[in-house]
């Protein structure tokens, strides 16, 4: 409408009158996931102290319980060994193996990875994860 010209609700008729009656208590619906929000400051904070090369700690992967996580899960002799391949690359400057942690997740291959909630010890939560993680990898490579 040209500036200066109003619309009184009374000179309205039919459905328009509906639509401007409930112009001013019309509910704005809006979905928040406060989740994901959490998720998403979580992950900026984390890559932020990564940034810093700050660390809670540092996991060492050993052979023996990647191994027995791999019999626990029922996977294959060739899957061990290509699990155990790719943990061994990841050295960060020491003679073990390791990947290093902060808060639920940690890195391994420059990948934010969250531990695995279904163990009950940190140690099982990143085999498991890391485990998991390679499995999937291998799957997608197939797909493609």
């Known amino acids: 409408m040209p500036e200066g010209w109003e619309l009184y609700p009374e000179s309205v008729t039919g459905v328009a009158r509906v639509v401007v ?3 001013e208590e019309a509910p704005y619906h809006v979905e928040v996931d406060v989740e994901a929000i959490k998720e998403q400051a979580r992950e900026e904070m984390w ?3 990564l940034g810093k090369f700050v660390f809670e700690d540092y ?16 996977y ?5 060994a290509e699990v155990w391949e790719r943990c ?7 003679a073990t193996p390791r990947v290093p942690y902060l808060l639920d997740y940690f890195m391994f291959e420059g990948e934010l990875i969250p531990f695995n909630k279904d ?3 940190r140690n099982e939560q990143i ?3 890391l485990i998991e993680k390679i499995r ?8 493609i």
């Open 21 to 23: 009656k409930n112009e």
């Open 47 to 49: 890559y932020e102290l």
């Open 59 to 74: 996991f060492v992967l050993k052979k023996s319980e990647v191994k027995a996580a791999v019999q626990h899960m029922r």
């Open 76 to 80: 294959s002799k060739e899957f061990e």
């Open 88 to 94: 061994s690359k990841h050295t960060w400057g020491h």
């Open 119 to 121: 163990f009950a010890g």
């Open 127 to 129: 085999i498991h994860a």
């Open 136 to 143: 999937i990898d291998k799957v997608n490579v197939r797909c």
